[in-house]
């Protein structure tokens, strides 16, 4: 792992312009609003957060699939943000992407040699020979066997779909996989074996993550670093361990209570303590103060009137919370007397 940012995104704002029917005047969504975000090389970065939070905007920003209205995504040095969706073919090359559901990312009527050597017949001059020998390379490395080459999508299940995806993924060595959701479609224990997969992958060829998922706790043991995404805001971000941990921010804690338990009557119990209803949850919140400041338990006056900014955390990152505010203060105390 290097430490030369891979990716920096910088006050990244995404927003869907939707017309109304006779075409004037017309509604503006922000889905995502001022998010900062670096990923090193070989670094994976978790970014979770609930459904209709903004991960997906933010994702398919990265990969040119739908403008950025403002702001900065920088890969390897190169603006991506004011190419739009028209990334050379260099840039296309190096950034991958894996999304959920791969019964519709994967075309049906191609067969898996076909799919994993696409990559491979648009970016390089190898020979069909050459891409067959390549795709049985690429498919071992995802635990499938060359018999599967001549097979289509649907013969095979959820989990081996998603190798397909991964194994088409990693054809061009990209430095940068975005995965959106990957595992969420599939059961438990086909979770755990993709995503130990990627793991395995990841360490061998260095490449970098993007891994977007619901569930913190699942992805934190292949993350380095967690960003923590709440209506359109990164609320946290940190260490994975740190987050996963000691959350900071109240909606991080809240994410993580969230996570099914095994024990129904533990569940049943965290369930009665929760203090907002779904629909609460949905509610439209204002656009000044805190994002969060209509589920928090622990709000103060100033959340709604302030938006809070990115306080440093114990431990390693940043909560934007003004639980933090005071630490900010005490730290500088402490720089300051460490000065003298
Ligand atoms: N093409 C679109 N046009 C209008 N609104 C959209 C579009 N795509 C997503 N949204 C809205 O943006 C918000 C964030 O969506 P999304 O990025 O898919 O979140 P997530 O991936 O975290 O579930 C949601 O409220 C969603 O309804
Ligand atoms: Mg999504």
Redesign the pocket.
């Known amino acids: 792992m290097s430490d030369s940012p891979l990716l920096q995104i910088a006050d990244l704002w995404v927003t869907?312009r939707?017309r109304s029917l006779l075409g004037l005047g017309g509604t503006s969504?922000h889905?995502?609003k001022g998010a900062n975000l670096t990923i090193r090389s070989g670094e994976t970065l978790g970014l979770v957060?609930?459904?209709?939070?903004?991960?997906?905007?933010?994702?398919?920003t990265v990969l040119g699939l739908?403008p950025a209205s403002s702001g900065c995504i920088k890969f390897d040095n190169v603006d991506l943000a004011s190419l739009g969706s028209r990334y050379p073919l260099p840039v296309r090359k190096q950034i991958q992407a894996v999304f959920q559901d791969p019964y519709s990312s994967l075309n049906p009527s191609m067969t898996v040699e076909d799919i994993v050597t696409e990559p491979l017949r648009v970016h390089t001059r190898m020979s069909k020979v050459e891409r067959r020998a390549r795709a049985i390379e690429l498919l071992r490395l995802v635990s499938l066997q060359e018999e599967h080459l001549n097979r289509h999508p649907h013969q095979f299940s959820g989990g081996q779909r998603q190798r397909i995806a991964i194994a088409s993924a990693l054809a061009l060595q990209p430095k940068l996989i975005v995965l959106?959701?990957p595992v969420s479609a599939l059961d438990v224990s086909t979770r755990n074996q993709i995503i130990n997969l990627l793991y395995e992958r990841r360490d061998q060829f260095g490449i970098a993550y993007l891994l977007?998922a619901h569930d913190l706790a699942l992805v934190h043991h292949i993350s380095d670093r967690i960003a923590v995404?709440y209506l359109?805001h990164i609320v946290e971000e940190g260490p994975s361990d740190r987050v996963y941990k000691s959350p900071a921010h109240p909606y991080t804690r809240a994410l993580l209570d969230a996570v099914p338990l095994l024990d129904p009557a533990r569940q049943r119990a965290r369930r009665a303590q929760r203090k907002l209803s779904p629909a609460q949850e949905t509610q439209r919140v204002a656009e000044t103060g805190c994002p969060y400041k209509n589920r928090c338990p622990l709000v103060m006056p100033r959340c709604q009137t302030e938006t809070p900014p990115a306080y440093p955390v114990d431990g390693g990152g940043v909560a934007n919370c003004f639980l933090y505010a005071s630490d900010q203060v005490r730290q500088s105390e402490q720089r300051e007397r460490k000065a003298l």
């Open positions: 869907y939707q969504f889905a995502v957060g609930e459904s209709g939070s903004g991960k997906s905007s933010l994702a398919n739908v959106d959701e977007i995404m359109g």
